[in-house]
């Protein structure tokens, strides 16, 4: 018997059989431990959906299953005209959970959401460098130079001022590092001289609490009875940690656990025959793409740009490649992101048209170069090298001659940010639900200069779209430069839009009310359990 499948088997003695007699414990077969139970300080889905995805709110959270952002722990807020100041309206009468060290004594308010924001802002906050100190994600979001203040105007409102109008300021609040933690419970601990539980001990204001952990075994949480959006109608939520997919899937098989993540994708052809098993699906947040190096000739001509993307056989590349775990792209955001534009008509594979057009740009007798595959698999792209080998053939059909380059993966990304390259495939997964989050960081001016923008692609009529979409605060406004954007972007043929991946979620059968998070949570508030 193996290590894992040992594990599997401790595991279900100490949890017994998920059945009737426990209808209302729901067991996730996670991944892995968590890093710990503050999502400021890491940035794993595994921590966030141990943490901040059911222990903890924020102001504003993204709609279970969408990436459309609702009220959180805030019931309303206020934009400045200059959109340099956010004023959020608290929601009263919401509890902290009550753990074995913290009994709280007063409702979440206005020093909650200070102290939950300061502790990263402020080096000289008494929480700063607590636990470590790293910020990771607050940093990478540009919070630090993006807040000037984060103020209590009183009990329950808070005002947020800005260095800068931020159209997604919002959105970006909505992710995980943006969690509110307890003030009162943290004054505590800093006073027992024990700060440190506050991170490992977890007390938010979500839908379960931490009852206990077993590093590599299991989380319990049970329902926090005093949840603002009312009791869940799981009463016990239990985490069984099974690193194997192989095992995990064994265990839904019988019937140890109700949800799994990650999938081998190995045993999706058996998963979908199996009638226990609910396998459910949906296109990823996420691209994967040949970007051209538009700095260098002949990418610079959109002539050359607009023939390759015609001479690359999108469909056979997703049959071979994704196997049924992608669909061909046509925009550079997913279609599960708002303002994607759908009137956007992709190129059709069309090899005549391809050598018409590159005649045309006075590449008749076609041209030498090369194409960067990554060496590695990631969710956007399984199989880079298989990838390129397909599309070095299609360009091959219309006269191009591609060198297949590839690198040790810092390496590559290194000498990809030099441009060192002449096309190459990369891809993207967000993490906020907001257009900004592709457009700006992928094809802005700004990143083509050090940034993730590896087409080096900087064209004015474009950027001008979504620098002002950043400016601008209504979503009604921005949707509409966006898909102008994504217009311009398609003629321009700065890449080829190659696939969004899908996303697998096995469930039992008795699992209600599944929804796959876009942004790849796993959230257990909505979900039941059938009688």
Request: with cysteine; hydrophobic share 40%; net charge negative.
């Amino acid at each position: 018997m193996n290590k894992a499948l040992m594990g599997a088997v401790a595991a279900a003695a100490l949890l017994g059989a998920v059945g009737a007699a426990e209808a209302k414990t729901m067991v996730y077969c996670s991944e892995g431990s968590p890093e710990g139970f503050n999502p400021q300080l890491f940035t794993t889905g595994t921590t966030f959906d141990a943490s901040s995805r059911n222990v903890y709110n924020r102001l504003v959270e993204f709609e279970r299953g969408t990436t459309t952002v609702q009220p959180g722990l805030a019931e309303r807020y206020e934009v400045s005209d200059d959109g340099l100041t956010y004023t959020f309206h608290l929601r009263k009468g919401v509890k902290f959970q009550t753990t074995k060290s913290f009994t709280p004594s007063r409702d979440f308010n206005a020093d909650d959401v200070v102290f939950s924001f300061m502790r990263q802002l402020d080096p000289n906050h008494p929480y700063n460098k607590v636990s470590g100190g790293t910020y990771e994600y607050f940093q990478g979001m540009s919070m630090p130079s993006l807040l000037k203040a984060v103020e209590k105007v009183d009990d329950h409102t808070v005002r947020f001022v800005l260095n800068r109008p931020e159209a997604p300021f919002i959105a970006n609040i909505a992710m995980d590092f943006a969690s509110i933690l307890s003030a009162e419970y943290a004054d505590q601990m800093m006073k027992a001289g024990t700060p440190e539980k506050v991170d490992l001990e977890p007390v938010g204001t979500g839908p379960y609490q931490l009852v206990n952990y077993q590093k590599d075994a299991v989380i319990r949480y049970k329902a926090h009875p005093d949840y603002w959006r009312g009791k869940s109608s799981l009463d016990t939520l239990v985490f069984s940690i099974t690193p194997d997919a192989s095992v995990r899937y064994a265990k839904i098989q019988a019937g140890e656990c109700h949800v799994m993540p990650y999938p081998n994708p190995a045993d999706l052809v058996k998963m979908k025959e199996d009638p226990k098993v609910n396998l459910m699906s949906q296109e990823g947040l996420n691209i994967g793409y040949l970007a051209f190096n538009v700095r260098k000739k002949p990418f610079d001509d959109v002539k050359v740009r607009q023939a390759l993307n015609m001479a690359v056989n999108k469909a056979a590349i997703i049959d071979a490649i994704y196997q049924g775990a992608g669909k061909a792209a046509k925009n550079p955001i997913p279609p599960t992101i708002w303002s994607y534009n759908d009137k956007v008509e992709d190129y059709a594979y069309d090899p005549e048209k391809a050598k018409a057009l590159l005649k045309e740009a006075g590449f008749e007798n076609g041209f030498e170069t090369d194409i960067w595959a990554m060496p590695v698999q990631r969710p956007y792209n399984p199989n880079a090298r298989r990838m390129a080998e397909m599309i070095q053939a299609d360009w091959a059909a219309v006269g191009v001659k591609a060198q297949i380059v590839s690198y040790e993966w810092g390496e590559y990304l290194k000498r990809a940010q030099a441009g060192e390259h002449q096309t190459l495939l990369l891809g993207w997964t967000g993490d906020n639900g907001d257009p900004d989050n592709f457009l700006v960081v992928l094809l802005g001016c700004d990143a083509a200069n050090g940034g993730s923008n590896y087409a080096g692609w900087c064209y004015k009529p474009f950027d001008d779209l979504i620098m002002k979409a950043k400016t601008v605060s209504g979503q009604a406004e921005r949707t509409k430069l966006y898909e102008e954007a994504q217009v311009i972007f398609k003629e321009q043929a700065p890449w080829v839009t190659i696939a969004h991946s899908v996303v697998y979620q096995p469930i039992r059968p008795e699992v209600t009310d599944w929804k796959i998070d876009p942004l790849g949570g796993h959230y257990f508030y909505g979900p039941g359990l059938k009688d």
